[in-house]
């Protein structure tokens, strides 16, 4: 059994800044081995990606994110983390964490947090 928790999610006021966590638990081997990435859903919209670090450590962000967001990981302590800055109100969204791994045999490892709420707001 693998789980993923997160935290740091929170109310903070636009121009603001939060620090996610997102730490591995139990059956997970080999974490060096896994794309790692953070998600959001806001309310009535579809989950989109926000960032991603692959396993080699090259990061990916989505346009709406780009200077603002930094996502960093830490194998040692099987965490990605995610550094959000000017923090706007269209940020507002519950944040998911993801660890993958693509094996040579199927099944992939695909993993996901329960979730963390991001509110900006005055």
């Known amino acids: 059994q693998v789980q993923l928790v997160e935290s740091g999610g929170g109310l903070v006021q636009p121009g603001g800044s939060l620090r996610l966590s997102c730490a591995a638990s139990?059956?997970?081997?080999?974490?060096?081995?896994?794309?790692m990435g953070w998600y959001r859903q806001a309310p009535g919209k579809q989950r989109e990606l926000a960032a991603t670090?692959?396993?080699?450590?090259?990061?990916m962000y989505a346009d709406s994110v780009k200077g603002r967001f930094t996502i960093s990981r830490d194998n040692a302590k099987k965490t990605v983390y995610l550094q959000m800055n000017s923090l706007k109100p269209e940020d507002t969204a519950v944040y998911y964490c993801?660890?993958?791994?693509?094996?040579?045999?199927?099944?992939?490892?695909?993993?996901w947090g329960q979730g963390t709420q991001v509110t900006v707001s005055s």
């Open positions: 139990g059956s997970i081997f080999s974490i060096s081995l896994y794309d």
């Open positions: 993801n660890f993958y791994r693509r094996m040579t045999l199927p099944p992939d490892r695909d993993f």
């Open positions: 670090i692959t396993s080699g450590g090259s990061t």
